[in-house]
T-cell receptor
């Protein structure tokens, strides 16, 4: 089955620790995205990548980092510099970069203890 | 800058009622796309529809229909004969250039038996 997987589903982290969220897709999509969702709010774009080995900052990139070494994978690292990292993180992908619909993974809920 | 307003924060209906979710957007782009997504309690966003700014025909898909009015910058979504499984948060998302989506806070729909 084609789709997007994110792991883990729930993640707990101590303050001051970096943590990496996994996102894998087997849809052969070129573009991938990371969003953050806080309770009762919409999604905000963290980073996006249109092609392998290239990525751009979204609206709230501070305290996050990404890599895109493979087409299928777009991991997100939440660093200790992110002041309020507790949130729901959603990964998405799309066929191209021109107005195509984005397909989303099941999300990772990160809680900082 | 692009912006979307979903004025209805929460809507509660009884099963089989029709319900309309409002969406008003702002954009300076002459070409743009509009999307609707559904977020059920599981958290994963589900793509519902994509509409380009040049196509003002209404669209119907089963119990779902969309009314696009470019003159009033609105793209409203109607569910006919609502069902409990329609309970979710619904997001209207205009494109924000180069395949970025702009999400508002969404409308939470609760359908009661």
């Amino acid at each position: 089955d084609g789709g997007i997987t994110q792991s883990p589903k729930y993640l707990f982290r101590k303050e001051g620790q970096n943590v990496t969220l996994s996102c894998e897709q087997n849809l052969n999509h070129d573009a991938m995205y990371w969003y953050r969702q806080d309770p009762g709010q919409g999604l905000r774009l963290i980073y996006y990548s249109q092609i392998v080995n290239d990525f751009q900052k979204g609206d709230i990139a501070e305290g996050y980092s990404v890599s895109r070494e493979k087409k299928e994978s777009f991991p997100l690292t939440v660093t200790s510099a992110q002041k309020n990292p507790t949130a729901f993180y959603l990964c998405a992908s799309s066929k191209g970069t021109t107005y195509n619909e984005q397909f989303f993974g099941p999300g990772t809920r990160l809680t900082v203890l | 800058a692009q912006k979307v307003t979903q004025a209805q924060t929460e809507i509660s209906v009884v099963e089989k009622e029709d319900v309309t979710l409002d969406c008003v957007y702002e954009t300076r782009d002459t070409t743009y796309y509009l999307f609707w997504y559904k977020q059920p309690p599981s958290g994963e966003l589900v793509f519902l529809i994509r509409r380009n700014s040049f196509d003002e025909q209404n669209e119907i898909s089963g119990r779902y229909s969309w009314n696009f009015q470019k003159s009033t910058s609105s793209f409203n979504f109607t569910i006919t004969a609502s069902q409990v499984v329609d309970s979710a948060v619904y997001f209207c998302a205009p494109s924000g250039g180069y395949n970025k989506l702009i999400f508002g806070a969404g409308t939470r729909l609760a359908v009661h038996p």
